[in-house]
């Protein structure tokens, strides 16, 4: 059983409740400053470290999109929640972990697909798999991602291996303005024909609706702070 501990500021799982209905709230709102249908924007609920007695709270309080980064953790975690839950891997997968993944969880959106290898490994496993294409926006060394040059080929390797390719995912540079980027995002995935855009977190996320995100990948602001890497 996954016991991760909730970390300082953590809070209980009435706190949960209370920060979720914050979330959708805002995310209401900035749907709505920015023209569009709120129902158009996916909130997923970022679970990693979380324990499970703190996601059945979000469950509770109607949450059904959980997102998770690490392989193992979604593997320990799924089958401790309901079956209704919708699970999108949101963290860089490692191609021997596809196959992991593909016989104990179904993974509802791949959201980090950023090379010809796991194209090639999720085709072999995860046949019509619905994946997003992720673009290191910033070219950063630290982070993962496929080059912007890179999405076209890459989209044109998913769909010729059979994937469902769907969309794209990034994260910006954390200083600066991420407006640029998510709007790079969104008109790339326009001239692509891609209805979905995977940006935003707990910090930015009502800027990410502004700019046209479908996704919106929120951890801190529904769970509280994650304990300290040791």
Same mark, same amino acid.
Not at 33 to 44: C, K, Q
Not at 69 to 72: D, E, G, H, I
Not at 113 to 117: E, F, I, L, P, S
């Given at each position: 059983?996954?016991?991760?501990p909730?970390?300082?500021?953590?809070?209980?799982?009435?706190?949960?409740?209370?920060?979720l209905?914050s979330?959708r709230?805002r995310?209401v709102?900035?749907a709505s400053?920015?023209?569009?249908? @709120?129902?158009?924007?996916?909130?997923?609920a970022?679970s990693?470290t979380?324990d499970?007695?703190r996601m059945r709270a979000?469950?509770?309080?109607g949450?059904?999109?959980f997102?998770e980064?690490?392989?193992?953790e979604?593997?320990?975690k799924?089958?401790?929640m @309901?079956?209704d839950?919708?699970?999108h891997?949101?963290?860089?997968?490692?191609?021997?972990?596809v196959?992991?993944?593909a016989?104990r969880?179904p993974v509802?959106r791949?959201?980090t697909?950023?090379?010809?290898?796991l194209?090639?490994?999720l085709?072999?496993r995860?046949?019509?798999?619905s994946?997003l294409?992720e673009?290191?926006?910033g070219?950063?060394?630290s982070?993962?991602g496929?080059r912007?040059?890179?999405v076209?080929?890459?989209a044109?390797?998913?769909?010729g291996a059979?994937?469902d390719v769907?969309?794209?995912?990034?994260?910006? @540079?954390?200083a600066g303005?991420?407006r @640029?980027h998510?709007?790079?995002l969104r008109?790339?995935?326009q001239?692509?024909?891609?209805?979905?855009?995977?940006m935003?977190?707990s910090g930015?996320?009502?800027v990410?609706?502004?700019e046209?995100?479908?996704?919106?990948?929120v951890g801190?602001a529904i769970?509280?702070?994650?304990?300290r890497?040791?």
């Open positions: 059983m996954v016991t991760a909730g970390g300082p500021g953590a809070g209980s799982t009435g706190d949960v409740a209370a920060r209905e979330v709230a995310i709102s900035a400053d920015a023209g569009r249908d @709120p129902d158009t924007v996916t909130l997923i970022v990693k979380v499970v007695t979000a469950y509770d309080a949450q059904r999109d997102g980064n690490r392989a193992q979604l593997i320990d799924a089958p401790q @309901p079956a839950c919708r699970w891997m949101i963290g860089a997968v490692q191609t021997n972990k196959r992991l993944l016989r969880v509802t791949w959201h697909v950023d090379r010809a290898a194209v090639d490994e085709a072999t995860v046949r019509g798999a994946v294409l673009v290191n926006v070219d950063e060394a982070k993962a496929c912007r040059d890179d076209d080929e890459l044109g390797l998913g769909r059979g994937l769907r969309g794209l995912m990034g994260v910006p @540079p954390a303005d991420p @640029p998510f709007r790079w008109d790339t995935a001239r692509l024909g891609l209805p979905e855009i995977s935003g977190m930015d996320f009502e990410a609706i502004s046209g995100a479908t996704f919106v990948r801190t769970f509280g702070s994650r304990p890497a040791t």
